[in-house]
Structures are given as C-alpha cells and as structure tokens.
C-alpha cells in the first residue's frame, strides 16, 4: 500500500491540502492503481508488434477553406 506520508508529499507538490481521510483515500485508489499497473506488466507482449494506431485508420486532415 502506498503510505500515507508519500501521498502527504505529492500533494505538497501540487498544494493540495488533504485531510486525513483524503489521504486515506488516495492512499488506497493510489495502491490499487499501482496493482493494475503490477497485473499489466506481467503479460507477456514479446510476440506482440508494436501498433501506432489500433485501427490503421490514417490522419483525417480537412484543409480549411478560407474563401468564406
């Protein structure tokens, strides 16, 4: 679990004033984000390609008329 005196620091960075039960909070949504990220990391994506766009749609580009 992610303490609640590194999430006291984070928010120092950004001047965020937590209570205590927000920190709480944030300690927990932290930690279970930081587990996901945990479960991703484990599958294994050696035989995977990488893609830029999942959909090999191309940029859609409209020039804009300036003629109005």
């Known amino acids: 679990m992610i303490a609640?005196?590194?999430v006291r620091?984070?928010?120092s960075y950004t001047h965020l004033e937590l209570t205590a039960e927000e920190e709480?909070?944030?300690s927990l949504q932290l930690s279970k984000i930081f587990n996901w990220l945990d479960?991703?990391?484990e599958v294994d994506t050696?035989?995977?390609l990488p893609t830029k766009n999942p959909d090999?749609?191309?940029n859609m580009i409209q020039i804009d008329d300036l003629s109005i």
């Open 9 to 11: 620091k984070i928010s």
């Open 24 to 26: 709480e909070n944030y």
């Open 46 to 48: 050696n035989n995977v």
């Open 56 to 58: 090999d749609s191309s």
């Open 39 to 41: 479960k991703i990391n």
């Open 4 to 6: 609640r005196d590194k």
